[in-house]
Every structure is written in C-alpha cells, then in structure tokens.
C-alpha cells in the first residue's frame, strides 16, 4: 500500500524478538466461552526469532484527557499464511526473520534488498505448540 512507501527505509525499521506468538483459533471456541489462541513456534524448543516490524516517531492524542504527547509505534510487516497458519488465519502472518544475516540485512538493507523477506516461512520452520507457561520464576528479556 502506499500509505506505508513512507517508513519503508532502514531508518523506520526494527526487529521484535519472540518464542512463540499466537493468532485467535475460532474453530475451537467452545460454546458461551472465549476465543481460545491458538501458539506458533519454529519448534517445541521454541527458539528465538524475530517479527520484521516498522517503528516511527508520532506526535497525537490517544486519550484525550491526556492531551497531545509523544510516542513510538510499531508494527509488524505481514505476508500471506503459510499451510501452518492458515487453517487458523486466513488472511495473514507475520514476515519472520530466522537467521543473524536475515535481521542484518532487514535492519540495515534498502527495501530492493528487503522485500523478499516479506514471504511466509516454509511449513516446516512452524509448528503448532502449547499456550506458554506463565511462572514467576521465568525472566522476560
């Protein structure tokens, strides 16, 4: 789209590291209960990856008993469902980097040089895995 030509440049770009990551599984909502998540991982061992995700600067009013204020936002680049995911959601997936020189290149290459990341990962680099456990023992990064 070109609304987004914008914050196509290195600048604008990041990374958000992730495990695992879920999309609402309405297939398997149970009468009168909530929309269950269904998980996503490269593997039970859930290594790190990384969203391919766009970052800018704004300026505006999100509340406005709060007034005009400054803010990040982000968002991450998505592509077409692979056979994994699209059982669960149709319409898209995140654009995920799964090597050192893909997160180099994303961070750093212009968008010729990019764009073919923008691509689902091959069904066999996602696996469908258990809700992750929340324990207080476990450190966030």
Known sequence: SPHWRRWLGPTSRCVVPFTSFAEPDPASKVPGGRVPNAWFARNADR?????????????GIKKVRDGEREFELYGFLTTSPNE?????????????????????????????????????????????????VKSDDELLL
């Open 47 to 59: 290594p790190l990856m990384f969203f391919a995700s766009f970052w800018t600067p704004w300026k």
């Open 84 to 132: 994994i995911v699209s059982p669960i959601h149709q319409k898209a997936m995140p654009a995920i980097l799964t090597t050192p020189e893909e997160v180099d290149l994303w961070l750093t290459g212009e968008w010729d040089a990019v764009k073919h990341l923008q691509r689902p990962l091959p069904g066999n680099m996602l696996v469908v895995v258990e809700p992750p």
